[in-house]
């Protein structure tokens, strides 16, 4: 906390603020929402007991104390906390005079009056929400009067209004209605709970399925909370997977599901699953070119995919913010339970507070950080798709095309604070025709598992059908590479039909969460 004195552009700002408040309550016939006495109580409790401070630390800020005074008192009280100083009439007094604003107060007297308005400390916890709920709902007042206000400007950008309305009334749930710390036996509960629901589940699926046979017995699904990025370089058929991906969680296993796609149209996304589900080439659906039975084939098979609960969005240039916004909408109004963005650096960071000039990797490193947050508070998994850097392209050999992590586009904000990082490779599109066992690669693409926060590594092949731009599973006579050095016992092994077992056309390995740094947010 500064020592300066308070400047006359900070008491200038906050007489505007609270003017702009007070007239819009004295046209309502009403003053602001506001609770004085129980501002003097937590204030008195501060100064009474040392450990009150450790109760609503977590809960008040300076700016919720309505009365000004009240709002000087506490930032002494935390300025005195953060130097790891005790707490108490004396202290904050000191405090106060150093700053120079204990006359403005009402001097040491006043503060005296405080720690007589309250006999303990008890019920500060219970007086500080309160407090909390009262500037929640002076916060709404003011954004409220201010839409207004801006709304009878006929100047007024509606578009601007609306976005700047929305990110308002977000920064205050985000900033003031956050969690509490659960109890040990509160969780255990929780994750009793949920172990009897998983007991009573035959297919050993977690989440949301990806309708990959080989890639779901690793993965359980895509699980809550998780974000997994998508990776590969162009043409590699990232549009094509994760929309298969979305097509069997919706019309195979009804999961609502939402796609935003800022490269391509809603139509040509559509097109594609038509495509992929009618079994037409997608040559023959976009220039329509459908003989009759193609047609009659066309209308009987996407009647499951226009029952589908499957959302898209073609948002051009989407920002954090405003993807934010729409998931929760969408999570409340149709309870999502996968969120896919193709792809994640046509995204923008304004949102998050990044001008158009800043360092692209700094952006970039908001948005992941950001998708992760949503991915956690709306609990579903956030699959976003990403570019390869062209390293791949000058590496020679066979196994050189094959993707490694450093191979991410701003690699170092991604692959932190990824749960699960996936590349797609194809090795048809390098002419390569053939393994090292002389296996044929035609219509083969790989599913890489390069990161995997909770569980094993490794390579999943599936079947890559180009003329229908979807992916499917492999048939067992098609058996994995082994020349991606996964260093697993496992290559050799024999298809099994247990889901919790590995199948023969699968390399697994350990789980690779012991490299990360010690200091990864997630």
Request: one cysteine or more; proline letters at 4%.
């Amino acid at each position: 906390m500064s020592n300066d004195q308070p400047s006359s552009q900070d008491k200038t700002n906050f007489s505007a603020r609270k003017a702009r408040l007070s007239n819009t309550m004295s046209t309502m016939g009403r003053i602001p929402p506001q609770a004085t006495d129980l501002e003097e109580a937590i204030l008195g409790a501060l100064m009474l007991e040392k450990d009150a401070l450790s109760t609503v630390i977590d809960i008040l800020k300076p700016d919720m104390f309505y009365h000004e005074g009240h709002k000087k008192i506490f930032e002494a009280i935390q300025g005195l906390f953060q130097k790891s100083k005790p707490v108490d009439i004396l202290t904050v007094t000191s405090e106060l005079r150093t700053l120079g604003l204990l006359e403005m107060i009402g001097g040491a007297y006043y503060i005296t009056n405080l720690t007589n308005r309250v006999a303990s400390a008890a019920n500060i916890e219970f007086h500080a929400r309160i407090v909390s709920q009262k500037y929640i709902q002076r916060e709404l007042i003011r954004i409220s009067s201010e839409i207004i206000q801006n709304a009878y400007e006929d100047t007024t950008d509606i578009f601007d209004l609306l976005d700047h309305a929305e990110k308002n009334l977000f920064d205050i749930a985000q900033n003031n209605l956050r969690r509490d710390t659960q109890k040990m036996d509160e969780i255990v509960k929780q994750s009793l709970a949920t172990l009897e629901e998983l007991r009573t589940k035959s297919d050993g699926l977690t989440g949301v399925p990806s309708g990959f046979t080989d890639l779901d017995r690793i993965t359980g699904g895509w699980q809550a909370s998780d974000l997994v990025i998508i990776a590969a370089r162009p043409a590699m058929g990232k549009t094509a997977f994760v929309l298969t991906c979305a097509r069997n969680a919706t019309v195979q296993f009804k999961r609502p599901a939402v796609v935003f796609s800022l490269e391509m149209s809603s139509v040509q996304l559509v097109n594609r699953l038509i495509s992929g589900e009618a079994e037409i080439e997608q040559e023959k659906i976009r220039k329509g070119n459908l003989a009759e039975w193609e047609w009659q084939q066309l209308h009987s098979k996407i009647g499951g995919l226009t029952e589908a609960p499957l959302l898209i969005d073609d948002t051009p240039a989407l920002n954090i913010f405003e993807f934010r916004a729409k998931c929760r909408r969408l999570k409340a109004q149709y309870d999502i339970q996968l969120i896919i963005i193709d792809y994640l650096q046509l995204m923008h960071g304004k949102g998050e507070g990044q001008s158009g000039g800043g360092n692209r990797e700094q952006e970039i490193g908001s948005i992941s950080r950001a998708l992760k947050s949503v991915a956690k508070e709306l609990n579903v998994p956030v699959l976003a798709l990403s570019q390869l850097s062209r390293a791949v392209e000058s590496r020679p050999g066979v196994n050189g095309k094959r993707p490694m992590l450093s191979d991410l586009r701003e690699s170092g904000s991604i692959e932190q604070d990824a749960d699960m990082v996936l590349f797609l490779y194809r090795p048809e599109y390098y002419g390569i025709t053939e393994d090292e066992q002389g296996r044929s690669q035609a219509g083969v693409g790989e599913v890489i598992i390069a990161k995997h926060r909770n569980g094993e590594t490794g390579i999943v092949p599936l079947r890559f059908i180009g003329k229908y731009v979807k992916f499917a599973d492999l048939e067992e006579s098609f058996a994995a590479p082994t020349s991606f050095s996964m260093d697993s016992p496992s290559a050799g092994m024999s298809p099994s039909q247990d889901f919790d077992r590995p199948a023969g056309n699968v390399i697994i390995k350990p789980s690779r969460m012991d490299d990360m740094h010690d200091d990864a947010p997630f």
